[in-house]
């Protein structure tokens, strides 16, 4: 090996570091062994594993060494959008990990962003490629153990845009700023294509892993067609040099992206990551692209790696490898990433099973390892809303999705000139329409900017009609107040769910992110609301749903509110176990069972 100090915790086994083995698993092949795959480990669970802290680049090198990999990642030229004009931040507040530590959280604000208009875009302090400290690469180009490679992580081309412009203007602008959105993708993709190719010079690199999540749980974030335009030509560029070069290219994105498989393929990757359990089935996945695309990860963040047991982990490592190790192109890793809430008992076993049970040829039993393990669990059935459309709804909704208001006002007032109770357009013409989107929407047929759209076009026309058609308090279908709770920063998923409440005619009042349990007890005790609404992402943010149902159980308010729970990670078993009164999957799901809260 190198000039690396190799310290910390003693395995069992030498690690043996082979890059070759990482590369023939990436061209689909069978190496010696199934490849540890994880391409970020949070810095807790690295400290705790080696036993120190790790500060410098030996110590990174020494911990990806010492675990079993075969290679040590590194960012370079990842724009993040805090190179933001003073005053603004993007930057998290501190939250609760499993390591007892608390950790800053980089997030981004969903509906004011940092680039919103082209003045903005002339402020920005843009980085060129000589603003990035490339140092390390030279470090690794001269000490990297006998064997390693390092991976390069580059390439967050629509992360940064969307992040950059706030998620709700950059939804809006992709059909009603489209100079300003193509300018963006262009910037940064040239940014991070210049970047790339001075990075990938370095001899010490043998990949480059593209981290930039394009989908959610259900589908796309938006439609193909813009990923097609803006952001695939980018991707196809780098992973043409990286296919000339003989070097890795690897994609990065959470959420199903099924719908985008082929154009993953055609953009030159040889490897997708991290195929999450709850959004594609890997077994289908490796059936329909595994000749063509290695598969890295799908253990489960959510359930096996953050709350099961070490055997659980061991099961799960057991159960992957025997299902898609055999014939190669498959690594063993997280289905996101090693985050500060997975146990280290947890990390351990999944490294030791895939050294336990990857070596070639794979010839394991069903059934050989005792342990709790999941697999892919399709999204539930939906149930068909009866919808009394008395008034020409599909005209509404065609007007809605193209958030077409003159055409809406048209509607409108044709409707009540004709004699309809103001009332009735919005509860027999907006209502049923917005619920049509709703469906439109859990059915993949639409994306999240179209619903996000839908609900804005309805605001704004009624807007419009403000005095003629108030909705009367004593018809509006309740209070719902609803935040997403402590220690969690996502919000695009809660911002959709307030938005189909208003569109079905509740009125909510929004909290924000990261809200405490007493935030809420507090607003129950001012809004006296009929719901209350908590909305996590993150497995170990769930709990303070429970915390938060204790809290206004402890206030003596718990019978005075309905509490519905959602989120990707929240099922309907875990709302009964925490004493919810209901969950909803997606934000039509959320309006609908809000309406049925209200009326039970
Ligand atoms: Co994060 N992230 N993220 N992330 N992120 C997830 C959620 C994750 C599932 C990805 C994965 O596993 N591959 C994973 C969580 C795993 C777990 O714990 N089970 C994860 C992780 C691990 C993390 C970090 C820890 C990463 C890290 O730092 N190592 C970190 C944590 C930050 C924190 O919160 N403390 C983090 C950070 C971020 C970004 C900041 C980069 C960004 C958030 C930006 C923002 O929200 N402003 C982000 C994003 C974008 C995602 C993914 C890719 C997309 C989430 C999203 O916006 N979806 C996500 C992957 C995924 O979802 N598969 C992922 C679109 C939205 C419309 O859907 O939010 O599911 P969703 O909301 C739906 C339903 O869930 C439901 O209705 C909504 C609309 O239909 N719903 C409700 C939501 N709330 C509801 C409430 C209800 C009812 C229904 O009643 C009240």
Avoid at 65 to 72: I, N, Q
Avoid at 162 to 173: D, I, K, P
Avoid at 284 to 294: A, S, T, Y
Avoid at 520 to 541: E, M, R, W, Y
Wanted: net charge negative.
């Amino acid at each position: 090996m190198g000039s690396v100090a190799l310290g910390g915790l003693k395995m069992a086994r030498e690690p043996k570091p082979d890059f070759e083995r990482y590369m023939t698993t990436l061209h689909c092949e069978e190496p010696d062994r199934v490849p540890l795959g994880d391409w970020h480990v949070d810095r807790l669970p690295k400290e705790s594993f080696m036993g120190r802290k790790i500060v410098t680049l030996e110590d990174q090198v020494d911990f990806w060494y010492t675990a079993g990999f075969d290679f040590v990642t590194s960012s370079s030229g990842i724009l993040e959008p805090v190179r933001a004009p003073e005053g603004m931040t993007t930057k998290g507040e501190a939250v609760h990990t499993e390591y007892g530590d608390r950790v800053a959280r980089e997030w981004a604000q969903e509906h004011e962003g940092v680039i919103t208009n082209w003045e903005q875009y002339e402020k920005f302090s843009w980085a060129s490629e000589d603003d990035f400290d490339l140092s390390q690469w030279d470090f690794f180009d001269k000490n990297l153990p006998k064997g390693m490679k390092a991976i390069l992580l580059l390439g967050k081309i629509y992360t940064f845009v969307w992040m950059s412009m706030g998620a709700e203007t950059f939804f809006n602008a992709l059909e009603t700023n489209e100079e300003l959105v193509e300018a963006l993708f262009d910037k940064v993709g040239q940014i991070q294509y210049e970047t790339f190719l001075r990075v990938i010079e370095h001899p010490s690199v043998g990949a480059v892993l593209n981290p930039d999540d394009i989908a959610h749980n259900t589908g796309l974030l938006i439609h193909p067609k813009y990923l097609r335009k803006y952001v695939f030509p980018w991707y196809k560029k780098m992973g043409d040099v990286c296919r000339d070069k003989g070097i890795g290219w690897i994609l990065h994105s959470d959420g199903d992206c099924t719908e985008v498989m082929d154009d993953l393929v055609d953009c030159g990757f040889h490897a997708f990551n991290p195929i999450q359990p709850k959004c594609m089935d890997i077994v289908e996945v490796k059936k329909r692209w595994g000749d063509k695309l290695c598969l890295i990860g799908n253990l489960n963040l959510d359930s096996t790696l953050t709350l099961g047991s070490p055997e659980d982990v061991r099961a799960e490592v057991y159960e992957r490898i025997r299902t898609i190790g055999p014939g190669g192109g498959y690594m063993v890793s997280s289905s996101n990433s090693v985050t500060d809430f997975v146990p280290l008992e947890n990390m351990k076993a999944m490294i030791d099973a895939t050294f336990e049970f990857g070596r070639y040829p794979i010839e394991l039993e069903e059934g050989g390892v005792k342990g709790t393990f999941w697999t892919f669990q399709a999204k539930p059935k939906l149930e068909k809303v009866e919808i009394a459309a008395e008034l020409d709804v599909e005209a509404y909704v065609i007007a809605l999705l193209r958030k077409n208001i003159p055409r809406l006002i048209e509607l409108v007032q044709k409707d009540i000139d004709s004699g309809v109770n103001p009332s009735d357009v919005v509860n027999k013409g907006f209502i049923p329409a917005m619920t049509i989107i709703g469906e439109r929407f859990q059915s993949g047929e639409i994306y999240i900017p179209e619903l996000m759209i839908s609900a804005k076009a309805m605001s704004e026309t009624l807007e419009h009609f403000r005095g003629q058609i108030a909705v009367k308090s004593e018809e509006k279908l309740g209070t719902v107040v609803i935040g997403t709770v402590k220690g969690d920063l996502h919000d695009i998923g809660k911002n959709l769910v307030i938005m189909m409440l208003e569109g079905q005619g509740f009125t909510v009042e929004d909290l924000g992110i990261s809200v405490a349990p007493e935030t809420f007890v507090q607003a129950v005790k001012n809004k006296k609301p009929d719901i209350v609404g908590l909305s996590a992402l993150l497995t170990t943010t769930m709990m303070e749903m429970k915390n938060t149902i204790d809290a206004l159980k402890e206030a003596g308010m718990r019978d005075s509110v309905k509490v519905i729970v959602g989120g990707a990670p929240v099922t309907q078993k875990f709302a009964n176990d925490i004493g919810a009164d209901g969950n909803a999957y997606d934000a039509p799901g959320a309006a609908q069972k809000c309406k049925e809260l209200v009326s039970s």
